[in-house]
């Protein structure tokens, strides 16, 4: 078989990146390790910054989006017992943020690829890359017993962070920085209306808490647990009185309990692999960079991947010009950094750090007071919440 982009991965860096390239009329073949059931089944991200909503329009796979998505302009952060609302689009001339679910997401951009006939082959094995830093990429893989090779001219790894892509890359050639957090966020999914109509970021001392939502009927609640607890440890009903007591009374007399549908703890880490290019192979997404969810911006910073790279694959098939290409890395990673560093910091200010003490404790109460009681602090943090320019 032979394609122009060889794509590792359908969760959303993957599909949204293949139906960018549709428009323009580049071939691509998908490759996913999982069944097309599993890839639409697994919880995860739900904030859009703006740019990520215009990207999706781009790629033609947005009309649910707009019918369904919950536009929200402002968020509350929680502490010393009341809710203090930061008025992001007030402070950012007017931006806001889409809330829609990652799975509507990932739907949306899968039917757009099987409705226009484009190849995605679910439950690979033993996906190997090949030859990118020569002139012949190629790829393989098996499926049903048999080993199949695709040669293209790009590699796009979009498969996650443990995904083969990243451990592709020649010896020495990557640099990598970690940070690990002492905790995790244990979530769960109910079929009930939330308890605001915008998220709820709570710093308590016994432990951070948020209130998101998917949609006015069903809400999407964590609590910050050990990195090493059992969701096995969590009834619904502990949950539901954890949550409550984190929350300042009037929040926790608003939620609505029920039983969850879904629940699953999620381990907290800032990771960046540089450079983002081998050769004709490239990093987008998780497979390059994770962050806390702290600060909504995972999704988000893999569809600013996908269109950096989008951009550089247009000019080179259109243009013959390999400068979108040979910029990629750099610009990618330029905003990566400044995610990476507000979804810290977000992380830093809400979290109970158990090794930092009554110290700890009070500088949190102390930024957390500038923070809503200065435009200046207000505004730093909506910008980045609604998203950086690119
Ligand atoms: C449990 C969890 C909860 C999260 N919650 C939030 C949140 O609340 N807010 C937020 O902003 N972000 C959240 N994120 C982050 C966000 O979901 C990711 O940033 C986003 O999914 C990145 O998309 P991606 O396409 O780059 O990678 P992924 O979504 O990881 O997709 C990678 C795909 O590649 C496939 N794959 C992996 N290895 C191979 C291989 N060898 N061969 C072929 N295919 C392969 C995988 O099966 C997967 O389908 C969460 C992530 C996780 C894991």
């Known amino acids: 078989m032979r394609t122009q982009v060889a794509i590792i991965g359908s969760g959303p860096s993957g599909l949204l990146l293949g139906q960018l390239l549709a428009t323009i009329g580049v071939e691509t073949i998908i490759l996913e390790r999982s069944s097309r059931e599993h890839v639409l089944g697994r919880v995860r991200a739900g904030v859009l910054e703006q740019g990520t909503v215009d990207l999706l329009g781009e790629a033609g796979a947005a009309d649910r989006l707009h019918a369904q998505g919950l536009l929200h302009a402002g968020i509350s952060l929680a502490f010393d ?40 082959v679910f439950e690979t094995s033993n996906v ?13 893989y098996a499926k049903d017993g048999a080993t199949h090779r695709i040669d293209c001219d790009f590699i796009a790894g979009c498969d996650g962070y443990h995904g083969v892509s990243r451990r592709s890359a020649p010896e020495g050639a990557l ?16 079929e009930v209306p939330p308890a605001d109509h915008e998220l709820v970021y709570a710093n308590h001392q016994r432990g951070f808490a948020l209130c998101s939502m998917r949609s006015p009927q069903r809400s999407r609640y964590y609590v910050q647990v050990p990195a090493d607890e059992r969701v096995e440890a969590w009834s619904d009903e502990r949950f539901w009185d954890e949550l409550r007591r984190r929350l300042p009374p009037q929040t926790a007399a608003a939620v609505t309990t029920g039983p969850s549908f879904e629940k699953s ?18 990093l987008v997404g998780d497979a390059a960079h994770i962050v806390p969810p702290t600060g909504a911006k995972g999704l988000n910073l893999a569809a600013s991947d996908v269109r950096y790279l989008f951009a550089g694959l247009r000019e080179f098939y259109r243009d013959k010009s390999e400068a979108g290409l040979d910029a990629y890395s750099a610009k990618a990673l330029a905003r990566v950094w400044k995610a990476v560093r507000f979804s810290w910091w977000m992380t830093s200010m809400l979290h109970y750090f158990p090794e930092a003490g009554e110290f700890g404790q009070r500088i949190q109460e102390a930024e957390l007071d500038y923070l809503v009681h200065s435009k200046a602090a207000s505004t730093a943090l909506a910008e980045n919440y609604v998203g950086l320019p690119y």
């Open 81 to 120: 017992g009341r809710l203090h609302r930061i008025d992001m689009t007030a402070l950012t001339g007017g931006k806001h943020v889409t809330v829609y679910g990652q799975t509507e997401v990932t739907l949306d951009l899968m039917q757009k690829r099987e409705a226009a006939g484009l190849t995605t």
């Open 128 to 140: 190997a890359l090949h030859d990118f830093d020569g002139a012949a990429p190629f790829v393989t």
């Open 175 to 190: 640099k990598t920085f970690e940070r690990q957090y002492p905790f995790g966020w244990l979530g769960v999914l109910a």
């Open 265 to 282: 703890i999620a381990p907290l880490r800032s990771f960046v692999a540089e450079p983002m290019r081998f050769g004709w192979l490239f």
